[in-house]
């Protein structure tokens, strides 16, 4: 079955500084997920990556599927305390890409301290 | 409200004891999902459900677990005798298509089994 590890597991900075996150699957990626859970909440939806090489960004964040489609990356400019959160990566579990039976990573855990 | 509604919020109950969680997706979203997660771990896809038939029950970890959506709205997920490793959050999502990769997620239902 496909596995997801993030890495970190977690992650302190300065508001103001830039950070990246990491998604590694055990097998080819057909549609990479991120979501955004705060404590305690249900998932926020960030972006979808399906083709390799893809990057998208929605205002200081953005994130990229490798050429492999193996790994993606979430970069995020200038933090600020609004992007502290749990941080998941997600992966269809099916080859023929459903879109809904995702299989997540642990997450990473994002502290921006003022 | 707008987004997905789940009840309750926080569940405690004796182990052996049955267990109903409900979810109220959004309004006019044909696609529910169920997901559940367990501390430190991302959400594992339990269920989903096309209008009021139950498209993929394949995340179901055992009989004990039984979902209904019987007007294609509402959804609740059952439980059976109830086991302490059963403790979890229970997610609920929904979304209008399935093609598009963006679940809304609703706060979930935190079940702790005593």
């Known amino acids: 079955s496909q596995e997801l590890e993030q890495s970190p597991q977690s992650l302190i900075v300065q508001e103001g500084k830039n950070l990246t996150i990491n998604c590694t699957s055990s097998?080819?990626?057909?549609?990479l997920y991120w979501y955004k859970q705060k404590y305690g909440e249900g998932l926020i939806f960030l972006m979808m990556?399906?083709?390799?090489?893809e990057e998208k960004s929605h205002e200081k964040i953005t994130a990229k599927l490798d050429e492999k489609k193996q790994q993606s990356s979430l970069h995020i400019t200038a933090s600020q305390p609004s992007h502290a959160g749990i941080y998941l990566c997600?992966?269809?579990?099916?080859?023929?890409?459903?879109?809904?039976?995702?299989?997540f990573g642990k997450g990473t855990l994002l502290t921006v301290n003022p | 409200g707008a987004g997905v509604s789940q009840t309750p919020s926080n569940k405690v109950t004796e182990k052996g004891k049955y267990v109903e969680l409900r979810c109220d997706p959004i309004?006019?979203?044909?696609?529910l999902y169920w997901y559940r997660q367990s501390l430190g771990q991302g959400p594992e896809f339990l269920i989903y459900?096309?209008?009021?038939?139950?498209?993929?029950d394949s995340g179901l970890p055992n009989d004990r677990f039984f979902a209904v959506r019987p007007e294609g709205s509402v959804s609740t997920l059952k439980i059976q005798r109830t086991e302490r490793g059963d403790s979890a959050m229970y997610l609920c999502?929904?979304?209008?298509?399935?093609?598009?990769?963006?679940?809304?997620f609703g706060e979930g239902s935190r079940l702790t089994v005593l």
């Open positions: 097998k080819t990626l057909y549609g």
């Open positions: 999502a929904s979304s209008l298509h399935t093609d598009t990769g963006e679940l809304f």
């Open positions: 309004s006019g979203h044909t696609a």
């Open positions: 459900f096309q209008g009021t038939g139950a498209a993929d």
């Open positions: 997600g992966a269809d579990k099916d080859s023929g890409g459903s879109n809904y039976k995702l299989t």
């Open positions: 990556l399906q083709k390799g090489g």
